[in-house]
């Protein structure tokens, strides 16, 4: 259960950090915030390139850093836009790998915006259990 303070803290997290994305081609900012099992918060943004394919998304980004860490499990993502907009089909997949079906808080810069789950978002997604 993720309780109140937890998500104000991972939505705030996730606009502040927003302000530090590298998007000078969309000009279209975004900070995703996961929260880990120990309550720690990582953090990532989108960072793009000039050769626009290569663009990382903030939500893998902050995966990345996440794993690098040495966590395994997230228990709760806030992403936060310009318009709260919805992560996209890709960074969706990435987070299924190393969380269940958790909330999802969608957020402009002033925190509003709606709450979902991952497995709304992409259900009936690709896991390990289709390797075997
Ligand atoms: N972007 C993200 O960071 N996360 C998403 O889930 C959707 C898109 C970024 C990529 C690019 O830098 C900008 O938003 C516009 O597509």
Do not use: W
Not at 11 to 20: D, F, M, P, S
Not at 69 to 97: F, H, M, W
Not at 99 to 115: F, H, M, S, W
């Amino acid at each position: 259960m993720i309780t109140n303070e937890q998500r104000a803290a991972l939505i705030e997290a996730a606009i502040e950090v927003r302000e530090r994305a590298y998007a000078p081609y969309s000009n279209y900012q975004v900070g995703a915030a996961l929260l880990m099992e120990d309550g720690t918060i990582v953090t990532g943004v989108n960072v793009e390139n000039s050769s626009y394919g290569l663009t990382i998304c903030a939500e893998r980004t902050a995966v990345g850093r996440a794993i690098a860490a040495g966590y395994r499990k997230i228990l709760a993502v806030a992403v936060a836009t310009d318009n709260a907009g919805s992560p996209c089909g890709a960074c969706r997949q990435v987070l299924t790998e190393f969380a269940g079906d958790v909330p999802v808080y969608l957020v402009d810069e002033a925190g509003n915006g709606r709450d979902t789950t991952l497995y709304t978002l992409l259900p009936d997604h690709f896991g390990p259990e289709h390797l075997t």
